[in-house]
T-cell receptor, first 115, second 116 residues
């Protein structure tokens, strides 16, 4: 039982390049989330999904796209990376959305640098 | 909209002493949940404790307890008998029923340093 895993752990991009971050969970959770964490700030929600085939925008969605083709996977794409997207990206999953039994569990994070 | 405020950027505590990390929140939803997460220097986010807005008693999880004062909209984390391994960033977060209830709103965090 690996919980939530993220690939890759580190990545350096040049401005304008594209990439996809992969999140996988083996807990059969319905909800999945992508957050970004910048220095001196808490986590901010980028996009989330309430089930296979669904996605929705969070607080800071601009410049990102997501897909949830399989229940266990949630992909975060950057089509044209910008230096402002340099951040640590966290994926999380939960059974439902709120409440003690629906706690969000996080992956280890991906550190992305855009030059 | 929900808001979480953590007013202590950094805290120091002596090993084996207790420490309180402050968290205040703002929401108009009557049903909400409050969470604390720990982020050690290795970077992962570790769930510590949860308090529901309708829970009558303060939540406890081992050495962690949550001092929930609903009227004051505060949800302070108390760590008893601090250990060196408690040195980390601590984030308070809130989820609320209603539109956008699937997301957590985080505070900016408090960096706790435990002194031997």
């Amino acid at each position: 039982n690996a919980g939530v895993t993220q690939t890759p752990k580190f990545r350096v991009l040049k401005t304008g390049q594209s990439m996809t971050l992969l999140c996988a969970q083996d807990m059969n959770h319905e909800y999945m989330y992508w957050y970004r964490q910048d220095p001196g700030m808490g986590l901010r929600l980028i996009h989330y999904s309430v089930g296979e085939g669904t996605t929705a925008k969070g607080e800071v969605p601009d410049g990102y796209n997501v897909s949830r083709l399989k229940k266990q996977n949630f992909l975060l794409g950057l089509e044209s990376a910008a230096p402002s997207q340099t951040s640590v990206y966290f994926c999380a999953s939960s059974r439902i959305g709120t409440g003690r039994t629906d706690t969000q569990y996080f992956g280890p994070g991906t550190r992305l640098t855009v030059l | 909209a929900q808001k979480i405020t953590q007013t202590q950027p950094g805290m120091f505590v002596q090993e084996k002493e207790a420490v309180t990390l402050d968290c205040t929140y703002d929401t108009s939803d009557p049903s909400y949940g409050l969470f604390w997460y720990k982020q050690p220097s290795s970077g992962e986010m570790i769930f510590l404790i949860y308090q529901g807005s309708y829970d009558q008693q303060n939540a406890t999880e081992g050495r962690y307890s949550l001092n929930f004062q609903k009227a004051r909209k505060s949800a302070n984390l108390v760590i008893s008998a601090s250990q060196l391994g408690d040195s980390a960033m601590y984030f308070c977060a809130m989820s609320a029923a209603g539109a956008g209830s699937y997301q957590l709103t985080f505070g900016k965090g408090t960096k706790l340093s435990v002194i031997p």
